[in-house]
């Protein structure tokens, strides 16, 4: 069973009015995304006063003066927290559409998402075993 459409259906498609309608708005939709982000970020190159002191490109630290060196370097470890929890984190984006579909999904639905924790559990095992979750 195939669920990519045939040849003769995607140039019926593409001859469509409607279609090519469809497409040009998403086009649009994207050009208009993309200047609305771009056109600050060019504008600002133009209008902002470029006035530089030693005051101005220090760094700021809530309303006081900064002390010591801001280039801190952090510990390995609390970046594989960071995606530790990103990577458990998408794992609740996808079990709770899931958890809500159960029912209409069926047992092999179930199944797969036994498998899919089955991988997340192996992943933090591994870390686990690697020490990468001990401070």
């Known amino acids: 069973m195939t669920f990519l459409p045939s040849a003769s259906i995607l ?13 040009l708005f998403v086009a649009l939709f994207v050009a208009i995304a993309v200047i609305f982000a771009v056109l600050p970020l060019v504008l600002q190159r133009f209008i902002a006063p ?16 900064s002390v010591g060196d801001p280039w801190v370097r952090f510990r390995v470890q609390y970046y594989l927290y960071a995606l530790l929890f990103v990577i458990f984190d998408v794992e609740v984006v996808f079990i709770y559409p899931w958890a809500v579909a159960l029912r209409e999904l069926g047992a092999w639905a179930f199944i797969e998402m036994v498998i899919f924790l089955g991988i997340l559990a192996l992943g933090l095992a591994y870390a686990w075993k690697k020490g990468v979750l001990e401070w």
Request: proline fraction near 10%.
């Open 50 to 65: 470029k006035k530089p002191s030693v005051i101005k490109n220090s760094p700021y630290e809530c309303g006081l003066e």
């Open 11 to 23: 140039k019926s498609y593409m001859a469509d009015p409607i279609y090519t309608y469809h497409v």
